[in-house]
């Protein structure tokens, strides 16, 4: 999976664990992920939740076969944070033939949770 050119890369996400049951990424706070205020912003805590739960969503199919989607997200804001990085987890709660749906936590440096969110993936069968 080739992520130079997509959000991941400019946000400054950095995948540090990419398995079928389990997808750990980092993202710094800095000027790239955080709102007017000076603070993370919400936007790029869900764009972290999806982009792990869709990493972990493609590695549970056949990607010649399949393509995977985020259909819905949710995700409640616990925590501000100025500075440093957060890392998102994913872990599978449903992996079923046309839907998934996956938990994320968003902590910090030191596992304070910052956010935490749920995931839909639609899992869709390519026309032949």
Not at 20 to 44: N, S, W, Y
Not at 46 to 67: C, D, F, Q, R, W
Not at 71 to 90: C, L, M, P, Q
Request: with cysteine; net charge negative; hydrophobic share 40%.
């Amino acid at each position: 999976m080739d992520l130079s050119k997509t959000l991941v890369n400019a946000l400054g996400m950095e995948v540090i664990e990419a398995t079928k049951d389990c997808v750990k990424i980092t993202m710094p706070v800095d000027e790239r992920t955080k709102q007017p205020m000076g603070f993370l912003h919400g936007g790029a805590s869900v764009a972290l939740a999806e982009t792990a739960a869709s990493i972990g969503g493609a590695l549970n199919v056949n990607l010649e076969t399949h393509n995977v989607f985020g259909i819905e997200i949710n995700a409640n804001h616990i925590k501000s944070k100025r500075e440093g990085f957060v890392t998102g987890t994913a872990l599978p709660v449903h992996k079923g033939r046309t839907t998934m749906v996956w938990e994320i936590k968003v902590t910090d440096e030191n596992e304070e949770l910052i956010c935490i969110s749920r995931c839909t993936i639609g899992v869709v069968e390519m026309k032949k």
